[in-house]
């Protein structure tokens, strides 16, 4: 099985960072899937942030973060979203989610099969 830990999240001003980080457990190595995080603010549906490939390395960020978030994949076991800048619309939960080693959107949170239980992201302004 699948398992997901995501980390890192907090309470941070307008401007600040954040490292998150989803940690795969047991037999799990992330490099074998496509890596995507997402975001869920109150009330709103849940949103595509970052993807990552599992061969090439290729990164998508949804607009608006780009410039700002930055997915990687250091080794097997581990993904990291470094945000910067952080706004207050970016608060909300964030969750890592592994799919399908060709997935063919990495922007559809339904293609992806395995979910993290999330960490808080807090901005203020």
């Known amino acids: 099985q699948v398992q997901l830990v995501e980390s890192g999240g907090g309470l941070v001003q307008a401007g600040g960072s954040l490292r998150l980080s989803c940690a795969a457990s047991?037999?799990?190595?992330?490099?074998?899937?496509?890596m995507g995080w997402f975001r869920q603010a109150p009330g709103k549906e849940r949103e595509f942030v970052a993807a990552?490939?599992?061969?090439?390395?290729?990164t998508y960020y949804a607009d608006s973060v780009k410039g700002r978030f930055t997915i990687s994949r250091d080794n097997a076991k581990i993904v990291y979203l470094q945000s910067n800048s952080l706004r207050p619309e970016d608060t909300g939960v964030y969750y890592c989610?592994?799919?399908?080693?060709?997935?063919?959107?990495?922007?559809?949170?339904?293609?992806?099969?395995?979910w993290g239980q999330g960490t808080q992201v807090t901005v203020s302004s």
């Open positions: 989610a592994a799919g399908p080693s060709y997935i063919s959107d990495p922007f559809d949170p339904l293609l992806y099969r395995y």
């Open positions: 047991g037999r799990t190595f992330v490099s074998d899937y496509a």
């Open positions: 990552i490939r599992r061969t090439g390395g290729n």
